[in-house]
């Protein structure tokens, strides 16, 4: 039954750990780039771009792994259980002290034709009130970049 269950628990962090893992997205074609002149600049706060509940998960499946490995029969079962929620609690406690808001700045620009883009983004201080820049990309993707 230990065995059984050890294995069972070693697909599922195996799984877990894949499942988790940030997808690498590949981008292809055209991008949209506009052509404009910043307005204003205000600073402002993005939320983290951190998934909620991912440094819990693979705390608990880290502390399952290592009390996988203490003890054999009913106190391996107990050192997994206790190694996967002291796993849970502290991977949960590294992600909220990196989920904090990030500093960034709301960037309106004057496009040809006059109609007005507001664009947020994390801060660049190469933009400046009046400079000539370029808007890459469409809704949360966009960026103001200057032009060179």
């Not at 997808?23 to 402002?44: H, K």
């Not at 499946?61 to 203490?70: P, V």
């Amino acid at each position: 039954m230990s065995n059984t269950l050890s294995r069972s628990m070693r697909a599922a962090l195996v799984g877990a750990v894949f499942a988790a893992a940030p997808v690498l997205a590949q981008t292809s074609g055209e991008i949209e780039i506009r052509q404009g002149v910043v307005e204003q600049i205000t600073t402002t706060q993005i939320a983290s771009n951190h998934h909620r509940g991912v440094g819990a998960v693979i705390g608990g499946l880290g502390g399952l792994g290592i009390g996988s490995l203490i003890g054999g029969g009913t106190g391996r079962d107990v050192a997994m259980v206790v190694g996967a929620i002291g796993g849970a609690l502290a991977g949960n406690e590294v992600q909220n002290k990196y989920d904090q808001p990030q500093q960034a700045q709301q960037v309106i620009v004057r496009v040809k034709g006059g109609v007005l883009v507001a664009v947020t983004q994390p801060v660049d201080a190469r933009l400046k009130t009046g400079q000539r820049v370029y808007i890459e990309g469409s809704g949360e993707g966009a960026r103001v970049v200057p032009r060179s």
